[in-house]
């Protein structure tokens, strides 16, 4: 993908790439993938104090993530020197060992690829963009924060619990759905369903359209 296609969508591919993270001098993105999901992304730099914290929190919340086969990977245009020389600062100034790679694109190539580099606010560094992959490598969710603001960690798991759950379950999440509440089922498509779900007991209906669910039920 160029970079006057703008960035990998929803429902894409997520594109391959052969890069050296601090984890491997020759990674193959879907090899290491595997069949897990992917949570994939960005920061602007090294030594930069709001990248700092959101390295911190994945690192701690990294168990909580492969417990969803969940893996992480975090990427920006820095060299492999500067990524390993960060990774030592944040484990002895802040006790923290950064268990997941991080790629080094000093000539953002990957960037680009994914559409990190947002030309309005640099040209020599990425916004925090993520993605979301599945474990066929499709993109499931885009998402993008300035460089001012950091990421909700806690977000990030939600968003990958509700995709997860809506794939085994078929069904959807609502606003602010946290992991155990009740699911939304979708739409009925004819008239014998729509009786159907009015008369299911263990279903909460709204209406005929809207109808929710007990995810363990």
């Not at 993105?29 to 959101?54: G, K, L, Y």
């Amino acid at each position: 993908m160029s970079e006057s296609q703008g960035f990998p969508q929803i429902g894409q591919n997520a594109p391959d790439f052969h890069a050296v993270t601090t984890l491997s001098q020759d990674f193959s993105f879907s090899a290491w993938q595997e069949q897990d999901w992917v949570v994939f992304f960005s920061h602007p730099a090294d030594f930069t104090p709001v990248s700092t914290t959101e390295l911190v929190e994945f690192a701690r919340r990294y168990e909580d993530f492969r417990k969803k086969n969940v893996k992480l990977i975090g990427v920006s245009a820095d060299s492999i020197h500067a990524h390993l020389a960060w990774f030592d600062n944040v484990t002895h100034k802040i006790g923290v060992t950064i268990p997941y790679p991080l790629v080094a694109d000093s000539d953002m190539r990957i960037s680009h690829l994914y559409g990190m580099v947002h030309p309005g606010v640099s040209v020599t560094a990425t916004v925090r963009a993520l993605f979301v992959i599945d474990p066929k490598r499709v993109i499931r969710a885009v998402i993008f924060y300035p460089m001012k603001v950091g990421r909700s960690v806690n977000e990030v798991l939600r968003l990958v619990t509700a995709l997860q759950t809506a794939d085994q379950l078929s069904c959807a999440t609502p606003v602010n759905w946290q992991e155990g509440e009740k699911v939304v089922l979708p739409p009925p498509r004819t008239v014998q369903e729509v009786e159907e779900r009015l008369s299911q007991p263990d279903r909460e209906v709204k209406d005929f359209y809207f109808t929710l669910k007990d995810p363990k039920a």
